[in-house]
């Protein structure tokens, strides 16, 4: 029997970022990018676990703008665009190579990489990778758990209660309507905790969810085994805290895996690096340079002189570098089984996106590590926290501290004076949500076309919970395409405050209204505007089971 348990979080999350409206658009390509980087190799790396009888575990988060991203149409269509140019350029490069030794065979690697992404996107998922990891949760393999709806974060929206409950009960609604089932848990956008909301998540049928470890460790009263057993809210909802150390290991741009000198350079791309004519077709018509994934260089140093990428070196790092993360957590649960009534649990939470985007060699590193804890030793053993609070019902009772993960650690990154700048609007069209739903939708009745209404009340919602993405204010604070992010805050509340007056005044733009539901179409098919009402939510955990069951959700 095992000591002890390790749970591996994946937090799989992009802003949802459509635009039908031009036929290339830039931001669009951070999508493209995680499928090919990301999404399909961690499919591939669970599909041959699953082939060899390796019985893993990772508990991932799949959140609703990603899901809706993945089964979006237009999108699908864009990424086949998108990854037969990619197939294209590799062929030039086998070519333009063919004298380079060094180079040659990561061409070659590049060409198998991408027409394998294509195979698996095309002809065995047929453009639907979310039924790829819904499999696996069926197969008992993974514990893919929801997210809110835009991944709005919570603490800093939490003045109107109805914003923060929609942006909850949304994605707990649309996961269910992806999946087929409710969610177990649910990630807090940017582990982003404050007291009450925990309620809300019982309220949305939710049993778990992760705080940053802060937020176990200054919880009221103090939590006996730490950060290494869940705790129980007043609400009893379990809280779920991010081990630090195992995490350091992983994140840590001095000391972490990913900055190894074998493994591969991500900031030097053959997109910026070739003549501009040659690779002009493979970036932005507009003549942008992008990354174009092919990267040919290890990390090497901290200089920008840079050695060609040798895989074998990166597969036998990558190989090693598990064999210490599993060494590590061996002897941390041996030293913690001494001290607890009841086997640890070492929750290691991630971006999924650095597995393969950022550290092109993580995907191995996952199938390694799954590899050698099944089958290399029998201390640990990996489980998911539904896993965990199946085997132990019983966990002591605590209110976890107010608390993000992030710089210092209590929502700063979210707040301060690049961004600060976006809240008085999300809060003023919050409660005009509110306002609408609730006031002035009532009143116009009888006054205007019921279906119109409806419509153009759904949209409200849809271009305030667009708003309310966490992503705008991460990306102002980080400095990196702050025009982007400034220019979506401000066309979602503009798009409100227009639906907002057009409600109003009884003179909704029914062209106008088509236009945008094309555009900003997250959650289609939904009943958005519901979620503001101040009636009670007549949707509840049995109600949802049996709309899942008939196919009606």
Request: hydrophobic share 35%; charged share 25%; aromatic share 14%.
């Amino acid at each position: 029997m095992p000591k002890g348990y390790v749970c591996l979080m994946l937090h799989a999350h992009l802003p949802f970022v459509r635009h039908p409206e031009e036929e290339y658009f830039l931001e669009e390509n951070w999508f493209f990018e995680a499928i090919t980087e990301t999404y399909i190799p961690l499919i591939k790396v669970f599909e041959q676990l699953v082939e060899d009888g390796i019985d893993f575990r990772i508990t991932m988060s799949m959140t609703p703008p990603l899901v809706n991203m993945l089964k979006d149409p237009l999108l699908q269509e864009r990424y086949i665009r998108h990854i037969n140019k990619l197939i294209e350029l590799a062929l030039k490069e086998i070519d333009r190579t063919s004298y380079e030794p060094h180079y040659h065979g990561l061409a070659l690697m590049y060409m198998k990489l991408f027409t394998e992404a294509k195979e698996l996107f095309v002809e065995k998922y047929e453009y639907d990778l979310v039924s790829a990891f819904k499999k696996f949760q069926d197969l008992g393999y993974l514990d893919i758990i929801t997210c809110s709806a835009t991944h709005g974060f919570l603490p800093n929206l939490r003045q109107n209660l109805s914003s923060v409950k929609a942006q909850v009960h949304m994605g707990v609604d649309a996961y269910a309507k992806a999946f087929g089932r409710l969610p177990r848990g649910f990630w807090l956008p940017e582990c982003g905790y404050y007291s009450g909301v925990d309620k809300i998540l019982k309220d949305a049928g939710v049993r778990y969810f992760f705080v940053d470890s802060h937020g176990i460790m200054h919880a009221d009263p103090s939590p006996r085994y730490a950060v290494y057993a869940p705790i129980y809210t007043p609400s009893g909802v379990a809280a779920f805290g991010r081990d630090w150390e195992s995490s350091k290991q992983v994140w840590s741009a001095k000391e972490g895996y990913p900055g190894d000198v074998d493994y591969r350079e991500y900031y030097k791309d053959i997109g910026y690096e070739l003549d501009f004519d040659y690779i002009k077709p493979y970036i932005h018509p507009q003549g942008i340079r992008i990354n174009t994934g092919m990267k040919y260089w290890r990390i090497t140093g901290s200089t920008d002189y840079k050695e060609a990428y040798r895989p074998d070196w990166a597969k036998e790092k990558a190989a090693s570098h598990a064999g210490n993360f599993m060494h590590n957590r061996e002897k941390q649960i041996e030293h913690l089984s001494h001290h607890m009534d009841r086997k640890p649990i070492i929750i290691a939470p991630y971006d999924a996106e650095l597995f393969g985007h950022w550290w092109y060699e993580g995907p191995m590193w996952i199938d390694f590590l799954a590899r050698k804890i099944c089958c290399d030793q029998d201390n640990i053993m990996m489980t998911t926290p539904t896993e965990y609070l199946e085997e132990y019902p019983t966990n002591q009772m605590s209110l976890p501290s107010d608390s993000s993960w992030g710089y210092k650690g209590y929502s700063e990154y979210w707040l301060e004076g690049t961004n600060d700048w976006v809240y008085p609007h999300l809060h003023v069209a919050g409660e005009r949500m509110n306002e609408l739903v609730n006031a002035i939708a009532p009143a116009m009745e009888g006054q205007m076309n019921p279906r119109l209404l409806k419509r153009a009340l759904n949209q409200a919602a849809r271009e305030l919970v667009l708003a309310e993405s966490s992503d705008w204010p991460f990306i102002m604070k980080t400095g990196t395409m702050v025009s982007y992010a400034n220019k979506r805050i401000n066309d979602h509340v503009g798009r409100f405050t227009r639906l907002y007056d057009d409600i109003r005044n009884n003179c909704i733009d029914e062209e106008w209204l088509n236009e945008i539901e094309w555009r900003d179409n997250i959650f289609k098919g939904m009943n958005c505007a519901k979620y503001y009402s101040d009636k009670k939510r007549a949707v509840k955990r049995k109600t949802i089971k049996k709309k899942v069951k008939a196919g009606r959700l």
